[in-house]
């Protein structure tokens, strides 16, 4: 819709002790008529059952029954959104929900183990293994990776994720997410970390020869804890970014 200054003005007026208000509502230029967005049912009904297909994918499908439709993309997104919302979706709690749907994943074919790890006051942390991947592989893993993302979710968890090297390529070993107070107590963050990794050496005997981290000292030392006799490396990239700063 078009948006512009109409020169409208609103005037509102209060009385004392009544029960009603006096509004006034003034527009120089009227404004552009809303146009007609609704989805049609038989198109929403499409959309959601072809949600696990991408947006851009169902778009054009539509696109071919019709050509000049009466709704927007966005609206479609939405639509499919909410529809694969419901696959992960358990709880208004993030971490309450991503709880529930751990413990419903411990029976499907997407098996997982939890990672027992500290209380510190104003931390937050949730981890899990794969097992199936760690029987497979663990025993072949000779060089592991952890790096860690942000804003992957709104309660604002940082997500690390352990990769293994597996045939020459990055495989998921585990994830760990954790909240961590602007000023907390110090240590604590290596401690979670360094709890994580144990827990893939005492349950499936990693003993990697090369760990891999970025420059985050929790990162490294808990690395050099819990495997003193692998050789630690740095992310190259990170290594060329400090020199030419």
């Avoid at 778009?59 to 997104?77: A, D, H, M, T, V």
């Avoid at 592989?137 to 293994?164: I, K, M, P, Q």
Wanted: with cysteine; net charge negative; hydrophobic share 35%.
């Amino acid at each position: 819709m078009d948006s512009f200054n109409c020169n409208g003005w609103l005037f509102m007026t209060i009385f004392e002790g009544e029960s009603f208000a006096q509004v006034q509502l003034k527009h120089t230029h009227d404004h552009v008529i809303y146009s007609e967005m609704h989805v049609p049912p038989e198109v929403q009904e499409y959309v959601e059952n072809n949600f696990k297909m991408s947006t851009t994918t169902i778009w054009n499908e539509l696109l071919k029954k019709y050509p000049n439709p009466g709704f927007k993309r966005r609206s479609i997104y939405n639509i499919a959104a909410n529809a694969r919302r419901k696959e992960w979706y358990r709880d208004p709690d993030e971490l309450k929900s991503a709880k529930i749907l751990l413990e419903e994943s411990k029976t499907s074919k997407y098996s997982i183990a939890d990672v027992d790890l500290p209380e510190v006051d104003g931390f937050s942390g949730l981890a899990f293994s794969l097992p199936n991947v760690m029987l497979k592989f663990g025993g072949r893993v000779r060089e592991v990776s952890l790096d860690s993302a942000w804003n992957t979710n709104a309660s604002h968890y940082e997500l690390y994720a352990l990769l293994g090297e597996v045939h020459g390529s990055g495989c998921p070993l585990g994830y760990l997410l954790l909240q961590s107070p602007k000023s907390g107590e110090e240590g604590a963050k290596e401690s979670y970390i360094r709890a994580f990794l144990e827990h893939f050496k005492k349950h499936y005997e990693l003993n990697p020869s090369f760990t891999l981290t970025d420059k985050d000292l929790s990162e490294i030392n808990a690395f050099l804890e819990v495997f003193p006799d692998a050789k630690h490396q740095l992310c190259f990239w990170h290594c060329l970014h400090a020199v030419k700063q």
